[in-house]
């Protein structure tokens, strides 16, 4: 039997996978891809009859969902495409640095001060920001922000206002 005196576990995971496999004629317009390493959400789609060789061909047409930037590929109708588990999950917005950090606190009370006010953000100015959390602030609203993660990324995807608990 072996000596497993000294093994030393360094991190843990959930063991859920960040992408899943899906055949390439079942993805539809609005959904999710991996195009090039990167998640994107299909904007348009379109497939070509089969040719010579037997395979139809699916082209596909994405926005990555972090930096908004178009993404095209083009694959077999048969053939598996990568899936990326997007998670939405809402924070409180607590604070607005002076340098583009939000603080925000989750619904059991923890903080992160880790995300960063982003092209992709709506709003998305600094002063658009400022002027959400003023206005939330005086008539006794809380700001809530959605937070997209996928394939170990995380953006800070919308602002809104919502009632104060």
């Given at each position: 039997m072996a000596d497993t005196g000294d093994v030393e576990f360094e991190t843990t995971q959930s063991g859920a996978s960040e992408t899943f496999p899906i055949q390439c004629s079942a993805l539809r317009k609005n959904g999710f891809?991996?195009?090039?390493?990167?998640?994107?959400?299909?904007?348009?789609?379109?497939?070509?009859?089969t040719g010579k060789h037997?395979?139809?061909?699916?082209?596909?047409?994405g926005l990555d969902i972090f930096t908004g930037k178009k993404c095209e590929d083009i694959c077999p109708s048969t053939h598996n495409m990568q899936v990326p588990n997007v998670s939405r999950k809402e924070f409180e917005v607590i604070d607005?640095?002076?340098?583009?950090?939000?603080?925000?606190?989750?619904?059991?009370?923890?903080?992160?001060?880790?995300?960063?006010?982003?092209?992709?953000c709506a709003p998305n100015t600094p002063d658009a920001v400022r002027d959400l959390l003023s206005a939330a602030e005086a008539s006794g609203e809380r700001v809530v922000a959605t937070v997209w993660k996928a394939l170990g990324e995380e953006l800070v995807k919308e602002l809104k206002t919502g009632k104060a608990n």
């Open positions: 891809v991996v195009v090039k390493g990167r998640p994107c959400k299909i904007v348009e789609m379109s497939t070509s009859k037997g395979h139809a061909k699916v082209h596909l047409v607005f640095s002076e340098d583009g950090f939000f603080t925000l606190m989750s619904e059991d009370g923890d903080t992160r001060d880790d995300l960063k006010l982003t092209d992709n």
